[in-house]
């Protein structure tokens, strides 16, 4: 977050740039934590334990909300055209 706050100090391609990055970073989670899920519901454990558990469903909500933060930034880039950049 630090660096997004630095943002209009670049160029708007970089900024898109580095969205784009860390959307696919992010997405790529997601996925990831979705498909250890999907298999924990496909077979599950005799024993469930609660902790690991809950931590895949809040990183699961975690990803899905970064990529929704990303794609809004990007559109929010692409159509700001009274937003201030270096260029």
Known sequence: ??????????PRERVIEHFQRIRERHAAKL??????????R??????????????????ILAARTYVQWCDEALLLVAKGDHIRYIT
């Not at 996925?31 to 924990?40: A, D, I």
């Not at 005799?46 to 990183?59: A, F, N, T, V």
Request: glycine share 6%; with cysteine; hydrophobic share 40%.
């Open 31 to 40: 996925v990831y934590y979705e498909e250890l899920l999907q298999l924990h």
């Open 42 to 59: 496909e077979n599950p454990p005799k024993e469930m334990r609660l902790g690991p558990l809950l931590s895949l469903h809040r990183g």
């Open 1 to 10: 977050m630090v660096k997004v706050l630095c943002f209009d100090l670049l």
